[in-house]
């Protein structure tokens, strides 16, 4: 369980494929502090510490990952957000983040409006349901609030620091995203299609 706060930006520094996985070393300043089989968000994504080497830690992504997220696009020096998991005693500072994402989204417009950012996100409409104004979404791993939300788009604004302190600058137009809808907005959907 995350909550969307992004903590440091790695740097994918090698990348190896092995039947349908693809395995990333990835180096950040929190990798010499990492446990093994610790659970990291990566981009949204869930993935387990498999080694680490100073600053250095190792994660796979199996097939089934790499159909749905972003990762099987991820090349040598992209830059990825991550996240260790909740303690139980921290404060909520985004939102309940599970890691496991939906889908992806296309940036559809990215505006700078002179002290904040406003991007732009297509997704498939099936997901309308679990999109509502001023609702929590996580955007790669990203807690943030949506707007001018329509069946298949929404709107995100970045603070300065989020800008910075993640990898939202390097998001461009035509540019792929993680996609995690709230979890208590799945599990309501489902309750109303179950009576």
């Given at each position: ?12 520094k ?85 890691g ?37 979404v ?46 208590l907005g ?10």
């Open positions: 369980m995350f909550t969307g706060i992004i903590e440091t930006k790695g740097v994918i090698k990348i190896f494929s092995t039947g349908t996985n693809n395995t990333f070393e990835i180096e950040s300043n929190i990798s010499k502090e990492l446990k093994i089989d610790q659970s990291l968000a990566h981009n949204g994504i869930c993935l387990t510490v498999e080694k680490i080497n100073g600053h250095i830690h190792t994660v796979t992504a199996v097939e089934e990952t790499l159909q749905k997220t972003t990762a099987s696009l991820w090349q040598i020096n992209d830059i990825i957000n991550l996240e260790r998991c909740l303690l139980a005693n921290s404060r909520i500072d985004g939102h309940f983040v599970q496991h994402v939906d889908a992806t989204a296309i940036c559809v417009a990215k505006k700078d409006n002179n002290g904040s950012w406003l991007f732009s996100f297509e997704f498939d409409k099936k997901f309308a349901a679990l999109v509502i104004e001023k609702g929590s996580c955007v790669n791993g990203i807690s943030l609030t949506c707007f001018n939300v329509t069946n298949n788009s929404f709107d995100v604004a970045i603070i300065p620091f989020t800008y910075t302190h993640t990898n939202m600058a390097n998001v461009a137009v035509n540019d792929k995203v993680n996609i995690e809808f709230d979890v799945k599990y309501i959907n489902k309750f109303k299609s179950v009576e």
